[in-house]
């Protein structure tokens, strides 16, 4: 039976009035019949779009509120609202703007559909970022407050029965202040999941409207995203310490040591940029000839790591217990030696400008702050190499075992591990040396490895690995120092060739940048994009302006 013909009834086409329909166009809302299909299409003035009539989209047109006999499919820009015909030719709305609804009903489909994708992928993902973040904090919650009871309970042992009373004093303090800092965390954690119930239920709500398709309620729809992209206020506590003195019977209560306050402050909340906020930096063409714009005089006898300060103020590290910061006239502005004595295996600028290095030989990462060395993290087991940091002030370290028959990336925050990455999804070992390190733009991880950069996304699943040129290669891609710019290019040193490689940030080699170059090693961009090398026999940083 034919379609169009069940229970007597034939639809017909609306243009042409005696053939049966085929088709519709959901843009003007009219059914069409085979004939008529092509001459609608000819006023190519209007987007139309034409479906077979089964497959057409029920539109759920409003009734007007003044004409309850006449459907709103017109839209006054001035007011604000969807409008019938009547009213349009009334004189209520006489001189506005008007528009087609069905236009309307897609520039705020799209919009409505960009604030729920800024909200699934964006925003509330960061909400799910901070709770994760609160909870690991209150994990390691229990440990902390675990090791300030045990130095306690160790010091009580010493002082046997004459300090008892101040033990229990002292430890009655420590759960004071667990319990505050407990009870803060947990407000914290309150107020985001608030937020973020807030958030399933608009993008629930958006949902159910797009779903519907209903034009009263998209027409009407209102956006919060602004709202929303100011994130909760993040606590921050500074655990308290438990200082020891030596043990003097008369004065017991003084040199047992006191705790410091418990610290608790509340920082504003990061703003998530908008999808149209975070744009693209403006386009840096490569120039075809690199020029060398400074060289400074480090003074070591071999040159390893260089890490850039300001666009004229540069930290080295060489073969020695000692790191410079130096300016582009090769002065010395700071000379600060390792904790340890060990030489430092690299370094890296903060974005708070602190400097960072690794000890290889005691297993440390020590953070320098006011001229003052703090060790954030020891290792056991395993070795830190090389370093970098993030955009989001994370560390980013490459290991490898006591061993040397594993190695792996480390993600660091303050001195907390957030994240291991040693193997594929096979589960095959993605690095086999694993040396420099540097995170790009897009938040890929990129490290000089083994005969090529292996490149893995914020996640640590495997991109690319960068084996190196074909053209004219002298000497093995065996790849040290690396760096990335803001336009998102990976550059490796190449020591044994003298040069420079560019690739894009997905591994396509761009260029080579040579400028006389002998054995280059460690690399760093600053903000304009200037280049850093550190060459290791000449003792040399080289600036190199190749954007």
């Given at each position: 039976m034919d379609p169009f013909r069940r229970a007597q009834i034939i639809l017909l086409c609306d243009l042409c009035k005696t053939a049966h329909l085929q088709s519709h166009c959901e843009r003007c809302d009219i059914n069409l019949c085979q004939t008529c299909v092509g001459k609608h299409l000819s006023d190519s003035s209007i987007r139309h779009k034409v479906v077979l009539y089964k497959y057409r989209k029920s539109l759920n047109y409003s009734t007007c509120p003044d004409h309850a006999d006449e459907l709103c499919k017109h839209y006054c820009e001035k007011c604000d609202i969807p409008v019938c015909s009547t009213c349009v030719s009334s004189g209520k709305h006489k001189d506005h703007d008007m528009s087609d609804i069905l236009e309307k009903l897609s520039a705020k489909t799209e919009s409505l559909q960009k604030d729920l994708d800024e909200l699934e992928t964006r925003i509330y993902p960061r909400y799910e970022e901070m709770a994760s973040g609160v909870q690991t904090e209150k994990v390691e919650l229990e440990k902390n407050y675990g090791k300030l009871t045990t130095i306690a309970d160790q010091h009580g042992e010493l002082l046997h029965r004459e300090i008892t009373a101040i033990v229990n004093q002292r430890k009655s303090d420590i759960q004071e202040m667990k319990i505050k800092h407990l009870s803060t965390l947990n407000k914290n954690t309150e107020e985001i999941t608030?937020?973020?119930?807030?958030?399933?239920?608009?993008?629930?709500?958006?949902?159910?409207?797009l779903k519907s398709n209903d034009v009263s309620l998209t027409s009407t729809y209102k956006p919060r995203n602004s709202e929303f992209r100011t994130l909760?206020?993040?606590?921050?506590?500074?655990?308290?310490?438990?200082?020891?003195?030596?043990?003097?019977?008369?004065?017991?209560?003084?040199?047992?040591?006191?705790?410091?306050?418990?610290?608790?402050?509340?920082?504003?909340?990061?703003?998530?940029?908008?999808a149209e906020a975070v744009s693209s930096p403006p386009v840096k063409p490569l120039l075809d000839d690199p020029r060398l714009t400074a060289a400074i005089d480090t003074g070591y006898k071999y040159l390893y790591s260089v890490s850039c300060l300001s666009e004229d103020q540069v930290w080295t590290c060489g073969n020695n217990n000692t790191m410079k910061l130096l300016t582009l006239q090769s002065e010395l502005l700071i000379s600060i030696q390792t904790k340890s004595g060990n030489y430092p295996r690299d370094i890296a600028v903060t974005r708070d400008g602190d400097l960072v290095y690794t000890d290889y030989r005691d297993k440390t990462i020590n953070l320098i702050k006011n001229k003052q060395i703090q060790t954030v993290i020891t290792l056991q087991g395993w070795i830190p190499r090389y370093v970098c940091c993030t955009a989001a002030n994370d560390l980013l370290a490459t290991m490898a075992s006591d061993d040397y028959k594993q190695y792996k990336v480390l993600r660091y925050s303050g001195s907390t591990e957030k994240q291991s990455i040693q193997f594929d999804d096979q589960g095959r070992p993605l690095y086999s040396s694993g040396v420099y390190i540097s995170e790009n733009r897009n938040l890929d991880i990129c490290v000089a490895d083994t005969s090529a950069v292996v490149v893995v996304n914020q996640s640590g699943k495997l991109r690319f690995r960068y084996t190196g040129h074909p053209s004219n290669t002298k000497q093995s891609f065996d790849p040290r120092g690396i760096t990335t710019d803001s336009q998102s290019h990976i550059l490796t040193a190449d020591p044994h060739n003298h040069r420079i490689h560019i690739v894009d940030q997905d591994g396509q080699f761009l260029r080579y940048i040579h400028c006389h170059l002998r054995y280059p090693l460690g690399l760093c961009v600053d903000i304009r994009d200037n280049l850093f090398v550190a060459e290791r026999d000449t003792a040399k940083v080289k600036k190199i302006q190749y954007l």
């Open positions: 608030q937020k973020m119930a807030e958030l399933k239920q608009i993008m629930s709500d958006l949902k159910s409207i909760p206020p993040k606590v921050r506590v500074t655990l308290p310490s438990l200082s020891a003195q030596k043990i003097n019977k008369d004065q017991l209560n003084e040199m047992f040591g006191s705790l410091t306050p418990l610290s608790i402050n509340t920082e504003h909340g990061d703003t998530v940029k908008s």
